[in-house]
């Protein structure tokens, strides 16, 4: 009869499923196409793997119901909400797993859930877009990536399997509570120290023939950026000068708001390597504009400094979170990415682009012509 009661019990997972079924095409999607994400699907597997490879002990912490499990499911039901608001499909993922775990501890105790967060941890590392957001916080956390995003995410998904095969443990609730209080304070503190700088507006007309000593011609997209910017207004152009050409891509975001990707995930696609990358304001014209600068290193070899910004109605910044976090439907946005190669010194290759930018100012109320 017990048994009995415990199915029927654990068929009321079938709803907590429900949100991780409703991305699975978007992850299947990813996998297929994304370079960054093509080996996420590793991780869920590994979850699996481990939660066949340990179902006997998984069984034995299956205890009675616990309510207490709400103070968990709650909350990942609202990051799951947040992800559809802010339509960001890692959130909505991430969610969708909170959501599930969360409710083996309402429905299996606390056992249950505790013994089995190593997996919910590993299954998390395969959420859309990790291995980008890993290396990116690795990198301004040390001021370098020494180890890439998904090497990362496999050495921490190494070790938790270790640890839930060897060494077996449950919490009782008042350490799960603890251990969740100071990831907080930590990401609290972490926030107020990598805040994203800001600028005034500044868009950029890249139909201009002329600006300063440089000459513009419109040139076409590549495949790969009508594939990345599809549905939004994209516009290239090329500016030659004595010494170095400069190239513009304006991106008028028009579209779905997930094919506009930060700038060294899409380098990175392309085969690019990311020597350096931060945040800086500049001061074009005398009026503050808050950039991510990028040196990178192409296939061929050749290497370029590139300025990336995104504009809205009010500021505009370097910082891709920022952007997407304050992004609405109902407003103008533009992304921007100005780079030069660099086959001189980095300070040639600023003066260039500084020296751009300054002919290149805009009111904050124009707007380029569509």
């Known amino acids: 009869m017990g048994a009995k009661m415990m199915k029927r019990r654990y068929r009321l997972l079938i709803p907590a499923v429900a949100p991780l079924l409703l991305k699975s095409g978007y992850l299947l999607e990813a996998w297929r196409h994304s370079p960054l994400d093509r080996w996420d699907w590793c991780f869920f597997l590994l979850a699996g793997i481990l939660t066949a490879a340990g179902w006997k002990r998984i069984r034995n912490w299956a205890g009675r119901p616990d309510w207490r499990g709400l103070w968990f499911l709650l909350p990942a039901v609202a ?26 501890f309402v429905l299996g105790g606390v056992r249950l859930f505790s013994g089995m967060l190593p997996i919910l941890l590993i299954a998390l590392a395969g959420c859309p877009s990790t291995t980008y957001w890993s290396e990116y916080y690795i990198r301004i956390s040390a001021g370098t990536a020494p180890v890439g995003g998904l090497a990362f995410k ?3 998904a190494a070790a938790l399997s270790v640890y839930f095969l060897l060494v077996r443990r449950v919490y009782r ?12 304070l930590f990401g609290v503190l972490y926030s107020r120290e990598s805040r994203a700088g800001y600028g005034q507006p500044l868009l950029i007309d890249p139909e201009r023939t002329e600006v300063g000593g440089y000459l513009g011609f419109p040139s076409a997209l590549s495949e790969q950026e009508q594939r990345f910017f599809e549905g939004h207004a994209v516009r290239r152009a090329v500016y030659y000068g004595s010494v170095e050409n400069i190239r513009l891509l304006a991106v008028g975001v028009t579209g ?4 506009i990707h930060p700038a060294e995930l899409c380098l990175k696609s392309m085969d690019c390597d990311v020597l350096s990358s931060r945040e800086k304001i500049l001061n074009p014209g005398g009026r503050p504009l808050a950039v991510q600068e990028i040196v990178a290193l192409f296939p061929n070899r050749a290497k370029a400094l590139i300025y990336v910004w995104y504009s809205g109605p009010e500021w505009s910044s370097g910082n891709f979170p920022a952007f997407r976090r304050s992004w609405k439907r109902s407003e103008r946005w533009f992304a921007y990415q100005l780079s030069t190669p660099m086959p ?11 020296d751009f930018l300054v002919n290149t100012v805009f009111s904050s109320g124009t707007r380029p012509e569509r």
């Open 79 to 104: 990051v799951w909400g947040a992800g559809i608001v802010k339509q960001v499909n890692a959130v909505q993922t991430g969610g969708a797993l909170l959501i599930l775990f969360s409710s083996l």
């Open 154 to 156: 496999c050495c921490a």
């Open 173 to 184: 609730l008042q350490t799960l509570l603890f251990v969740l209080g100071v990831l907080l």
């Open 256 to 259: 779905d708001i997930h094919r």
């Open 344 to 354: 001189d010194s980095r300070e040639a290759a600023e003066e260039r682009l500084r």
